[in-house]
């Protein structure tokens, strides 16, 4: 599962027509797909405890981020 690089849900959506902003984690090879779905997850680092885990499903055509579920 990748890191999406942003705070929260809401903002990766924002994103939308934007290329992804990620980081890859596995020791496998990577698991970004430049056109299809990839799947990951993200804490944002919060002072205040507010902050929450978020999962998304990214769809991507050609690097650009189609659809977030």
């Known amino acids: 599962m990748i890191i999406l690089n942003y705070?929260?849900?809401?903002?990766l959506g924002e994103?939308?027509?934007?290329?992804?902003?990620?980081?890859e984690t596995s020791m496998f090879g990577p698991e970004y797909k430049s056109d299809g779905t990839v799947v990951g997850s993200n804490r944002p680092h919060s002072t205040d405890n507010e902050g929450r885990e978020f999962f998304a499903e990214?769809?991507?055509k050609?690097?650009?981020i189609?659809?977030?579920t």
């Open 7 to 11: 705070k929260s849900k809401k903002e």
């Open 66 to 68: 189609q659809k977030v």
């Open 15 to 23: 994103n939308i027509g934007k290329s992804l902003n990620y980081t």
């Open 62 to 64: 050609n690097h650009i």
């Open 58 to 60: 990214v769809t991507l």
